[in-house]
C-alpha cells in the first residue's frame, strides 16, 4: 500500500504532497516524522477521491488490513488549503452491535451507548444525507435511544444500518467524494479563491478514543494567542470526549493552571508537559504555529492533527515576525507571509470581529478604520461638538473643501454621493478618518438632519452610530473596538520590507500633521501637496476670495502678497519635517469658484467681508460659474490665464527652501504643474518660474535648485509625454483624474451607479480605486516609454489614489516607475506590497 501513491498509509516516506494529497495529509506525515504519537493513517489522493466520486471506489479490504480489526476509524477531509473547505469528519465507524457489546464492558452501557447513537445519527446526517428531524422523537437515554435512532434511520431508510466497518466506509467515502462535487461546496470554496478543478483528498485514521477508563479525552492546545499573536499557552480539554467538543462544552476544563478552574495542567502534568513539547516541536520543524489536536486515551497522549493556529490580523502579523526572529523562517518568508493589506487593520481602530452589528446602510468603503460618535450635519456642528469633548459622525451629501475644518473635528465622515476618489474620500484617507461615500440605500435628509434606512429606521442629530471604513458600513450604536496596533513586530516587518523593496514610496501629504504621519510612516518623501487645501485654513479663505474677485492684476498681485508669508510658512513647515526628503508641490490645481460661497448668507457675508453690494458678489460668482468645471478653467489653464498665483506661489517655495536649508542640508524643492495637455503650457509655466526663483536668488543672495515637474492626468498629456519631457524633469501620473478622463466618468458621480456597474461585470473593479491596467494602464505605459525615451534621466510615479494599491504598484514597477506616492496611512501598505514583489523576483 504505502508503494500506492493513491491510497497510502502515511509513514516518514509515503509518496505524500499538499498538491496532490491536500494540506491535512501532509501535515500528518511531517508529524508523523517527527515521530509524534499519531495514530495509524491512510490518506486518499485528490484523484483516488474523483475516481470514488465517478464511483469506482478503492480497493477497501487492503486500507482495512492498515487497521487493527477492531479498531473504529474516522475520515476527514484534506483540501489543498484548509480555507477551502471539506465534508465534516465522520468519527467511530466500524461502530456496530458487537463492538458496542465490548465497549459496554469497557466503558459502561450508557457511554457505550451514547456513542453508537451519535454515530448513526452523523451517519444518517453527513453520508446519508437524511433530516436531522427524523431523530426528533428519541426521548430515551443510552440503550434506549440507540434502540430508536438505529429505528429511525430503519423507518426513513428502509434498510437496517449498516453494521459491517467496510460497508461504512465505503458509505461515508462515496459520501465525502460527492460531496466535494456538489455545486453548493464548489460555489463556497471558490469564493474562498479555491480553483474550479480544486481536489479533495481524504484521510482515514484510527480513532484514539478520548473516552475510557484512566484519564481520557480531548482537546486542542496552542502556543500563541490568536487575538494578539503573543506566547500564550491557550486551548480547551474536554474529559471524556471526541473530535472537537472541547470547544463547545461548557465542561471544557483550561489548559494551563487557572483561578477560574481545574487544568490539564494539573490533572495530567505529563500529558500537559508532552504536549507542549509536542507543540513547540510543530512549531520549529512545521515553521508556523499550529494549533495541535490530541487525545488522551488512558493516560497516554496521542496527536491526531494539526493545523494552522486562526489570527487576527494583527496576529498573524506577530506570528510571522517572530517566527522570523527565532530563525525558524527566513525574513523573506515573513514578509511574504503577510497580506499587505492586513495592515490596514493595524493602522486604525478597527469594530472587533466578534462585535454585534446592527448594520443601517452601506457604501463605498472610502477610508479604513472605524469610529463612534454623534451624528452631526454640519462642518460647524462638528467644530462645535468637538470643542464639548464629543466624538461625533459628520455627515454630508457630499464634502467640499469648505467642510475641510468640520472633518478634521469629525471621528468619521459619510456621504450619500461620491466615489473613491471624491473629495471626502481623499481628505479622509489623508486624515486616517474613516470615511464610506456613495451610501444609496440610507435616505439622506440633510435639511431635517436625518437619515432614513430601509428597514424604516429614522436617525436624528445626536444619535450614536459607528461608521465602519474597512468594509463601508454604518452600524447602529458602539460595538466593541480594538485598538491599532503599531507595535513592535510591525515595525519590524516595515524594516525588513524596506530592505527588500526596490521601489520608492512616498506619502501625499498636504499639511504639517499629514508630512509628520507620512514621515512615523518613513515615507520616502512627498509625492504630491495639494497646495489649494492650504487656502482653507481659517483666516485665509476671506483673502483668498479677496484675491478672487481682484479686478486687475495689480490689485490680484497685492492680495496675493498677503497669502504668501502664509504659503512660505507651511512649505517652511513641511520642508522641516521632511528633514531633506523630497517634496513635491503641486501649484494651484482646483476651479476659483469651488472658494467661493454657495449660498445666499455665505454670500452676504463676503459682500460685507469686501464692502461690495450683495448683487455684485452674486454676479461675479454666477459669471464665474462652469457647466464642467473638472474640465474647465483649473490648473495650468488658471497658471497660463492668471499667472500671478504660481508666481506666488513659486515665490512662497524658493523663500521657504532657502529659508530650510540654513544650517543644514539643502532642500530642492520639486514644483510641480497640473492638469497639463500641451507643451507650451509647460513653456509658459516654466519660462516664469525660473525668473522668480532668479529673482529670490538675487534678493536672498543665495543659489539654489529645484527641480520642474509635470503632473500627466489628461490623456494628451500621456500621449505628448515625449514632447512635454523635454521641460519636466519629472513626470507624475495622476490617475485620478487621468482614470476620469479616460473613461469620461465624473469621479465625484460614479458612485452612484458604480456598485451596479461593477455587479453587471461592466467593470471588474471600480477603476477610481482599482487601476484599469487594460486602458488607463495603456496610457501610463506609453507615456512613461514616451518620456523616458525623450529624456532618460526623468523621474516617473505616480500619485493618484491607486497609489497605495498592491496592484497598481506591480505595475508601477513593471514599467519602470521610481516611485509611487499614496495617502500617508497606505504607505505601510504600500512598503510591504513593495517588498513581496521585489522578493518574488528574486525567488523566480
Ligand atoms: C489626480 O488627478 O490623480 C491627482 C492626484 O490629483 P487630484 O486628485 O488632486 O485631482
Ligand atoms: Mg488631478
Keep these: 500500500m504505502q508503494n500506492n501513491p493513491n491510497t497510502t498509509l502515511v509513514t516518514a516516506t509515503a509518496p505524500i504532497a499538499t498538491a496532490t494529497h491536500g494540506g491535512r495529509a501532509k501535515c500528518l506525515q511531517r508529524l508523523a516524522r517527527l515521530d509524534l504519537p499519531v495514530p495509524p493513517t491512510v490518506a486518499l489522493s485528490f484523484d483516488a477521491v474523483q475516481s470514488i466520486a465517478s464511483g469506482h471506489l478503492p480497493d477497501i ?45 469497557t466503558l ?29 422523537d428519541i426521548t430515551g437515554e443510552g440503550a434506549e435511544a440507540l434502540q430508536q435512532a438505529l429505528a429511525a434511520y430503519e423507518r426513513e431508510t428502509e434498510t437496517a444500518f449498516p453494521t459491517t466497518r467496510a460497508e461504512q466506509l465505503a458509505s461515508v ?29 481524504l484521510v482515514i485514521q484510527q480513532m484514539a478514543f478520548g ?121 523573506q518568508e515573513a514578509l511574504m507571509r503577510v497580506e499587505p493589506r492586513t495592515l490596514n487593520e493595524l493602522l486604525h481602530r478597527q469594530v472587533d470581529r466578534h462585535a454585534k452589528r446592527d448594520v443601517l446602510g452601506s457604501g463605498i468603503a472610502a477610508s479604513p478604520g472605524a469610529a463612534t460618535g454623534r451624528l452631526v450635519f454640519t462642518a460647524e456642528d462638528a467644530q462645535a461638538s468637538a470643542s464639548r469633548g464629543e466624538d461625533c459622525i459628520l455627515v454630508r451629501r457630499e464634502t467640499s473643501p469648505e467642510d475641510i475644518r468640520g472633518m478634521h473635528a469629525a471621528k468619521a465622515v459619510i456621504t450619500e454621493r461620491g466615489g473613491i476618489t471624491s473629495h471626502a474620500a481623499v481628505i479622509g484617507r489623508g486624515l486616517g478618518l474613516p470615511c464610506v461615500v456613495g451610501i444609496s440605500n440610507i435616505r439622506f435628509q440633510t435639511r431635517k438632519s436625518q437619515l432614513s434606512t430601509q428597514d424604516g429606521r429614522v436617525l436624528s442629530a445626536g444619535d450614536i452610530v459607528t461608521v465602519d471604513g474597512t468594509n463601508g458600513t454604518i452600524l447602529l450604536g458602539a460595538p466593541a473596538m480594538l485598538e491599532p496596533a503599531l507595535d513592535d513586530a510591525f515595525q519590524d516587518l516595515m524594516d525588513w520590507a524596506d530592505a527588500e523593496r526596490d521601489i520608492g514610496i512616498r506619502a501625499n501629504a498636504d499639511t504639517p500633521a499629514d508630512a509628520q504621519t507620512a514621515r512615523n510612516f518613513a515615507a520616502q518623501g512627498i509625492g504630491l501637496c495639494r497646495t489649494e487645501h492650504m487656502f482653507f485654513e481659517a483666516g485665509r479663505l476671506t483673502v483668498m476670495r479677496e484675491m478672487i474677485f481682484a479686478e486687475t492684476s495689480d490689485d490680484r498681485r497685492a492680495v496675493l502678497e498677503r497669502l504668501l508669508p502664509m504659503q512660505r510658512t507651511d512649505f517652511v513647515q513641511l520642508f522641516n519635517i521632511m528633514q531633506g526628503q523630497p517634496v513635491c508641490i503641486r501649484l494651484f490645481d482646483p476651479p476659483l469658484h469651488e472658494f467661493l460661497p454657495v449660498d445666499r448668507a455665505g454670500q452676504g457675508e463676503l459682500a460685507a467681508a469686501l464692502d461690495l453690494p450683495l448683487s455684485d458678489v452674486t454676479r461675479r460668482i454666477e459669471s464665474m460659474m462652469e457647466y464642467n468645471p473638472m474640465l474647465g478653467l483649473r490648473g495650468v489653464r488658471l497658471g497660463v ?21 540654513k544650517g543644514g542640508a539643502p532642500v530642492v524643492p520639486e514644483i510641480m504643474i497640473p492638469l497639463v495637455s500641451a507643451k507650451r503650457e509647460v513653456e509658459l509655466v516654466r519660462s516664469r518660474v525660473d525668473a522668480i526663483a532668479a529673482a529670490v536668488t538675487a534678493e536672498t543672495g543665495v543659489d539654489f535648485t529645484y527641480r520642474l515637474g509635470v503632473m500627466v492626468e489628461t490623456p494628451r498629456a500621456a500621449l505628448r509625454a515625449g514632447d512635454i519631457a523635454e521641460h519636466a524633469s519629472f513626470l507624475s501620473f495622476g490617475t485620478n483624474d487621468l482614470t476620469q478622463m479616460t473613461y469620461g466618468l465624473s469621479r465625484d458621480d460614479a458612485g452612484r451607479f458604480m456598485s451596479d456597474y461593477v455587479r453587471q461585470e461592466v467593470f471588474v473593479e471600480d477603476p477610481f480605486h482599482t487601476l484599469d491596467i487594460d486602458g488607463v494602464g495603456e496610457l501610463l505605459q506609453l507615456g512613461s516609454a514616451r518620456g523616458r525615451s525623450a529624456r532618460p534621466d526623468i523621474t516617473l510615479s505616480i500619485c493618484g489614489e491607486h497609489g497605495g494599491n498592491p496592484e497598481s504598484i506591480a505595475f508601477c514597477r513593471s514599467a519602470g516607475f521610481d516611485y509611487v506616492s499614496c495617502s500617508p496611512f497606505r504607505v505601510p501598505v504600500a512598503r510591504l506590497a513593495a517588498a513581496q514583489l521585489a522578493i518574488a523576483d528574486k525567488i523566480e
Design 61 to 105: 479490504d487492503a486500507i482495512l488490513r492498515q487497521f487493527p480489526q477492531d479498531a473504529l476509524l474516522c475520515v476527514r477531509p484534506s483540501s489543498e488549503d484548509p480555507d477551502w473547505g471539506g465534508p465534516s469528519a465522520i468519527l467511530n465507524i466500524g461502530m456496530n452491535d458487537s463492538r458496542h457489546g465490548v465497549l459496554c464492558d
Design 108 to 136: 459502561g452501557r450508557d457511554p457505550a451507548s451514547a456513542l453508537f447513537t451519535r454515530f448513526v445519527q452523523s451517519f444518517a446526517i453527513h453520508v446519508d444525507r437524511l433530516d436531522p428531524d427524523m431523530f426528533d
Design 173 to 201: 467515502l462515496k459520501s465525502m467524494a460527492r460531496a466535494w462535487d456538489g455545486t453548493s461546496a464548489r460555489l463556497l470554496r471558490q469564493a474562498k479563491g479555491a480553483p474550479a478543478d480544486a481536489g479533495l483528498g
Design 211 to 331: 473516552i475510557g477508563q484512566g484519564e481520557s479525552g480531548s482537546g486542542v492546545l496552542q502556543l500563541v494567542s490568536s487575538k494578539t499573536g503573543k506566547p500564550q499557552i491557550t486551548g480547551r480539554y474536554l474529559r471524556q470526549s471526541q473530535g472537537r467538543d472541547a470547544l463547545f462544552g461548557d465542561a471544557s476544563l483550561y489548559i494551563t493552571r487557572d483561578d477560574r478552574g481545574p487544568s490539564l495542567e494539573e490533572l495530567v502534568p505529563d500529558c500537559f508537559a508532552q504536549l507542549v513539547d509536542h507543540a513547540r516541536l510543530m512549531r520549529a520543524k512545521l515553521r508556523e504555529e499550529m494549533q495541535v489536536e490530541f487525545t488522551i486515551e488512558n493516560g497516554q497522549l496521542h496527536i491526531l492533527d494539526g493545523v494552522r493556529v486562526a489570527r487576527s490580523s494583527r496576529a498573524t502579523v506577530r506570528i510571522a515576525v517572530q517566527l522570523a526572529r527565532d530563525d525558524v523562517i527566513p525574513r
Design 641 to 661: 490665464t492668471v499667472p500671478e498665483i504660481y508666481e506666488m506661489q513659486a515665490r512662497a517655495i524658493f523663500q521657504a527652501a532657502v529659508f530650510a536649508s
